[in-house]
């Protein structure tokens, strides 16, 4: 019965003196989880601005040595998703991207930082353009905490490179996921 109560005892106080893990959260000023995007989000053929939003993230588990940010419409029409945005190869050190940070010419990204091709065929922020008269289409932005420094990616790395090697270097990852339409 001792050793019962013993047991029960320790358990109890390891448990109480184990630290819980932070919660890994990516958040933003300009995009809010279930919210409509703004404008200024939106690609600019589509009347919008084409800037990407300001983004940053906390929480990230022991052993992060990277980071990677994504950007894919998950309700395209292609049944895979549509890649608007790809950032990899963010320094361990570095917690944000500032509003504007991946849009063409931008030179904001924190050194080292890759932009991947978009499947609009280019390298930097495509903000969102559903086609006209859709339901409003989810856009999931993600931060991946990679268990490596890079990846050994380049600018013309497309979603089908990028994913897979997020996948297979990640630690964890959060999301916020913004919604846009076009009425006309």
């Known amino acids: 019965?001792?050793?019962?109560?013993?047991?029960?005892?320790?358990?109890?106080?390891?448990?109480?003196?184990?630290?819980?893990?932070?919660?890994?959260?990516?958040?933003?000023t300009e995009v809010k989880s279930g919210s409509p995007m703004a404008l200024a989000q939106a690609l600019d053929s589509c009347d919008g601005r084409n800037i990407s939003p300001a983004l940053s993230w906390s929480g990230e588990p022991a052993g992060t040595q990277s980071f990677a940010l994504t950007m894919v419409d998950t309700d395209a029409r292609n049944g895979r998703g549509w890649w608007h945005w790809s950032v990899f190869n963010i320094p361990a050190s570095v917690h944000a991207l500032a509003a504007g940070a991946g849009s063409d010419g931008s030179k904001n990204?924190?050194?080292?930082?890759?932009?991947?091709?978009?499947?609009?065929?280019?390298?930097?922020?495509?903000?969102?353009?559903?086609?006209?008269?859709?339901?409003?289409?989810?856009?999931?932005?993600?931060?991946?905490?990679?268990k490596v420094p890079s990846l050994p990616l380049g600018e013309t790395a497309e979603g089908a490179e990028v994913g897979p090697s997020l996948d297979a270097n990640a630690l964890a990852s959060a999301k916020i996921v913004g919604r846009y339409s076009r009425s006309k």
Request: hydrophobic share 45%; with cysteine.
């Open 1 to 28: 019965m001792r050793a019962l109560i013993l047991g029960a005892v320790l358990a109890a106080t390891a448990t109480a003196a184990t630290p819980a893990l932070a919660e890994f959260i990516l958040s933003s």
């Open 109 to 146: 990204l924190p050194a080292g930082a890759i932009q991947g091709r978009t499947d609009f065929g280019f390298s930097h922020y495509g903000g969102p353009c559903p086609p006209i008269g859709d339901h409003a289409h989810h856009y999931e932005i993600r931060v991946y905490a990679l």
